[in-house]
Every structure is written in structure tokens, then in C-alpha cells.
């Protein structure tokens, strides 16, 4: 492993290449392409920017992803769970903001690579992975009720719940063509696995209704029907790169949202990597991924597009067509741009509300209710957690919600820490019995007059250190020597260490002598360090209860020596 741990799954692969792993990855590109052109044309449309746009997120997206990429069968793009975000920055920043926030989050998982945080990500606490996926899902739903049932509207509202109160104002100017083509487009795209799981659905729907509008329109004179080349101008020629310029002012005001695109493109591509992982047996390196995803987040916006990530269907379909290597990301990418040059006018019939029963269907599949009601058996805390991050995520953006769902997880996190740690104080006989450390087949150890044991059992870090406070407080009498026992604390925090100092200063003030007894290797490192050691005394330190009582023992002894020669 090199010193970035930067080792694209590409290099290695052409070393071992052959005529019939292209033969292979060449049909997978072919139909994983085809596979990726309605869900890019959608993704970009609903995303806030015109259809040749999510084209080329997915061309250069997806090739520098499969190029420089840890994964073997990776397929990089836009995908849904940026729909969201996106189009919020849009609105909020235009598209300008939108090229600064999406170059700052590649800076960022590039940091996140080098750093090699690929694996830190992967602790991402499942609840808030459901609640913002299942929240991202029906705020695409709701966006896509306006194309759907083709209501004319000045502008749709941006918050999801003005959103609702604006389409039942506007009820009365249904379209019921534009209906009915979005609910054949659904039809099509659900029934369209039960006679052939090559073809895509979406693709079947998307030539089926264009053609058929098409008919209506040109034929039948029904133009009541808006399609793509009604709300938008395409730009079927090789994009030319534009300048980005960059200033404290807007990097300040965006990288939350950079912030919120780098995690949720580290942890989509991860998990579409893990998932891969589990089907084709392979191990995929997360570090040289984020690498990838960072360098892909930084050039796209160049030319114009929008946030990358891997995407977990599409790599799917990759899987299940015989790709095994990132020829076949690369292959996809080309398919594309080939699409894109030589048939993207053609783009320009497709119906609008063919895209919204498209999207309407890509948010049912990232809806992952299933799973969000098991989650709900689950205990209080992961219920708290999935429910918050998920109404968040509606009712405001994705950004709060992150952001206030990890902040909620890591304190009940704490809160459930605390509770499982124990502090008890033991004044006369130590059970051995359960404790491994009997010795001389004795299984009590009688302690000595004047002696007490205090055992923390668990993490002594700020939660737990005001509880250790608690329990010392509620103490009678003085003894002469007092044992803290600390063979089941795996670690300590600089306020666990704090209670410490300050019991010993205590302790010192009142001439009771402080023992420690199983401290383990990372806390007396850490003792060490801070000279804790040498306020204590270094032979205070025991490696175990039976040395800590018979120290107190010999202290105590000492004691009651010098006590009679001054009492004589």
C-alpha cells in the first residue's frame, strides 16, 4: 500500500487483459449506456439544468470514475440522491454556485482519499442512510407531480410543503393527456422485467411515448402534450470547458452544501462498491474510490455538469451483463457521448411527462420503505435518529439534515455509552472468582482496614467522568488508601483524566494515598504523556488488583509505623 494508497482498479486490470474480457466488457458497456441515457436526461432535467447536461455528468463523470476508480465494476454519474441539493443550490446560488460547491466537495473527498477516511465513511449510522434516501425519494416524488399530471403553474414553490398547497391550487388545470402518458410510462417501465430483464424499462418507455406523442402531435394535432424541446434548447455538440472563479465570500456561503455533496457522494459510492463487492467477490480499495469520485466531482463542473457519484443500478446492470473490469465504465461513457453527438436532437420529442413517470419510479426504488419500516421495531434512539434525519430532509434540505442526524446519533450514541458504564465501590472483600486474576487458588481477596476499591467499568471518558464524581461524593468515612480499578476501561478522554488529577489533588489535600490498578496500554500511554504518572507516583500503578492491595497494605503499614514512633 503506497503512502495516498491511490491504486486504480484500471491499471491493474490491462495487465491480465484479454480478447474475452473486452468481448465482455464491451456488451456491458453497450447496454449499461443505454441503461444510463433516460436516468442522465431525467436526472439533469430534475436536477434544475438542461438534458445535455446530466449527458455529460455522465460521459466525463463516468469515465474519469472507471479510469482512476478503486472499484472494478464501478459505474459513476448523476443519480437521484443529488436531485435534491442540487436543484436547492441552483435556485439559491444559480448554476455558478452550483460549479463552486460541486469542484469544493471533490477537493473534498480527494482530502478524504488521501487521508484515507475511505473507511471512517462506512460508519455512517444505517438509520441516517434510510431516513435521508427515503426522504430524498419523496421530495423527487413531489417534484415530479407538476410534469405528471401537467398542471401550468408560474412557478412551483420550493419547499415541499408550499409545493403540495401549489399543486392543489392548481388541480384544476390538469392535463389528462399528459397523465395518461406519464401513467403508460410507469406501466411500461414495471411490467417491462417480466418479459425481458436486458432491456430497460425506462428506455422502452421513453421510445414507446416519445414516438407516440410524436403522432399526437404532428398527426392527430393534439399539442396540449410539452415535451423536452418545449422548456429547453439542446446543445448536441462536445462541451467546451469555462472558467470557475472562486472568492472567500461564496466559498464561505457554500461549503455546507460542498460539506453535504462530498458525504453523500463518499457514501453512495461506497456503498454502491460494497454491493458490487458482495456479487462479484471482489474488494474494492475505498481510498483510491473517494480519490476518483473527487477528481470526477472536480472536473465536471467545467464543462458544465452537475455532482457525480457512483450509482448503485446502473453498476448493477454493469454486474449482470458480464462487466468486470472498469473497461466497461469506460466503454458506458463512450456509448454515451456517441448518443449524445449523434442522436441528442432526437431528444428534443421525448414527452415531460414520460420523465416524471421515469423519476416516479426511481423514487420508488430509492424509497427503500422496506427497510424503513423494520427500522421503526428498532430502539428508541435509531427510531429518533431515522425519523428525524428523514422529515428534515423533507421539510427543509438535506444539508440540516445530515448534519443534525449525525449530531443526534453520536449523542445518543454517548447517552447509550454512559448508561453501559458502571462505577462501584467495593470496601471489604474483592470476588475474584469471575475476574481471571485469582491467585494461590484464593477467589476473595480480604482487603485491609482503611482501604477501598472504586471500579469503572467501561470507557471513562466526559459522560461518564461526572457519574465517577457523583459516586465519590456520596462516600462516609475517609479511608487511608483508595484503588481505582481500571482493568475494564478500553479508553479515557482529557475529562476522565481531568477527574483524576483532581481526585488525586483532593485525595492529597485529605493524606489519602490513590492506587491504580489494570491500567491498560493506551491509557497509561496516555497517563504517561500528560506526567499524570509522576503526580501519582510510577510505582502507584499496578498491573493488577492483587499488586494494588498488597501496595496498599505495605502504604497502610508504613503508615501506622510512623504513627506510634510519633506517638512515642
Known amino acids: 500500500m503506497n503512502k495516498f494508497d491511490f491504486q486504480p482498479k484500471l491499471f491493474k486490470a490491462i495487465q491480465s487483459y484479454s480478447k474475452e474480457k473486452f468481448l465482455s466488457d464491451l456488451m456491458a458497456g453497450i447496454i449499461v449506456g443505454i441503461v444510463a441515457l433516460p436516468l442522465a436526461i431525467a436526472f439533469g432535467i430534475a436536477s434544475g439544468v438542461s438534458p445535455e447536461k446530466g449527458l455529460i455528468t455522465a460521459i466525463i ?41 460541486t469542484v469544493m466537495a471533490g477537493i473534498l473527498l480527494v482530502i478524504m482519499g488521501v487521508l484515507k477516511l475511505g473507511t471512517v465513511i462506512k460508519f455512517i449510522p444505517y438509520p441516517i442512510v434510510v431516513g435521508f434516501t427515503s426522504g430524498i425519494a419523496l421530495t423527487i416524488f413531489t417534484t415530479q407531480m407538476k410534469d405528471l399530471f401537467g398542471l401550468t403553474m408560474e412557478r412551483v414553490p420550493a419547499d415541499f410543503i408550499s409545493k403540495w398547497i401549489a399543486y392543489f391550487q392548481s388541480i384544476q388545470t390538469i392535463n389528462w393527456w399528459s397523465l395518461l402518458i406519464g401513467i403508460i410510462s410507469i406501466v411500461i417501465i414495471v411490467y417491462t422485467p417480466k418479459i425481458s ?183 428508541k434512539s435509531d427510531v429518533y435518529v431515522l425519523l428525524a434525519t428523514f422529515f428534515l430532509t423533507v421539510i427543509f434540505d438535506l444539508t440540516i439534515a445530515i448534519e443534525i442526524g449525525l449530531l443526534m446519533a453520536m449523542l445518543l450514541f454517548m447517552r447509550r455509552v454512559m448508561h453501559t458504564t458502571r462505577v462501584s465501590v467495593v470496601r471489604d472483600v474483592v470476588d475474584l472468582s469471575q475476574e481471571g486474576e485469582i491467585q494461590r487458588d484464593e477467589e476473595k481477596l480480604i482487603l485491609p482496614k482503611g482501604v477501598e476499591v472504586y471500579e469503572i467499568d467501561g470507557p471513562f471518558f466526559f459522560g461518564v467522568a461526572n457519574k465517577f464524581d457523583g459516586v465519590m461524593q456520596t462516600l462516609g468515612d475517609k479511608p487511608k488508601v483508595r484503588i481505582i480499578r481500571m482493568r475494564k476501561v478500553p479508553f479515557m478522554d482529557s475529562t476522565g483524566l481531568h477527574n483524576l488529577e483532581s481526585l488525586l489533588r483532593l485525595s492529597q489535600s485529605e493524606n489519602i494515598q490513590i492506587i491504580l490498578s489494570g491500567v491498560n496500554t493506551e491509557v497509561r500511554h496516555m497517563l504517561v504523556k500528560s506526567g499524570f504518572d509522576k503526580k501519582i507516583g510510577i510505582e502507584n500503578i499496578c498491573s493488577d488488583i492483587n499488586h494494588a492491595v498488597a501496595k496498599a497494605e505495605s502504604l497502610i503499614h508504613k503508615q501506622t509505623m510512623n504513627d506510634e514512633r510519633i506517638a512515642d
Not at 459513476?76 to 436543484?87: L, S
Not at 398527426?219 to 415535451?227: F, H, K, N, V, Y
Open 61 to 101: 463523470g463516468g469515465f474519469i470514475v472507471s479510469f482512476l476508480g478503486g472499484s472494478s465494476v464501478q459505474i459513476g454519474g448523476p443519480t437521484g440522491a443529488f436531485i435534491v441539493i442540487v436543484y436547492g443550490i441552483i435556485q439559491n446560488f444559480g448554476i455558478e454556485g452550483l460549479a463552486i460547491a
Open 197 to 379: 430483464k436486458k432491456v430497460p424499462g425506462s428506455l422502452i418507455a421513453i421510445i414507446v411515448m416519445t414516438l407516440l406523442v410524436y403522432v399526437m402531435r404532428n398527426i392527430l394535432g393534439i399539442t396540449a402534450i410539452e415535451t423536452i424541446g418545449d422548456r429547453f434548447t439542446i446543445d448536441a455538440s462536445l462541451p467546451q470547458p469555462e472558467s470557475i472563479s472562486f472568492n472567500m465570500e461564496t466559498i464561505n456561503r457554500l461549503l455546507p452544501s460542498a460539506f453535504t455533496i462530498a458525504m453523500l457522494g463518499a457514501i453512495e459510492s461506497l456503498l454502491s462498491a460494497t454491493v458490487a463487492d458482495g456479487v462479484t467477490g471482489d474488494k474494492h480499495n475505498s481510498n483510491t474510490e473517494l480519490i476518483a469520485q473527487g477528481a470526477a466531482n472536480i472536473v465536471v463542473p467545467i464543462f458544465g455538469g452537475i455532482p457525480v457519484t457512483g450509482a448503485i443500478a446502473r453498476t448493477m446492470t454493469n454486474i449482470n451483463n458480464g462487466g468486470r473490469t472498469p473497461v466497461a465504465g469506460v466503454i458506458h461513457a463512450v456509448v454515451l457521448l456517441l448518443i449524445l453527438l449523434f442522436l441528442g436532437p432526437l431528444t428534443v420529442h421525448i414527452p415531460m411527462a414520460c420523465l416524471a413517470g421515469v423519476l416516479i419510479i426511481v423514487s420508488y426504488n430509492m424509497s427503500e420503505w422496506r427497510n424503513f419500516r423494520s427500522l421503526l421495531k428498532n430502539p
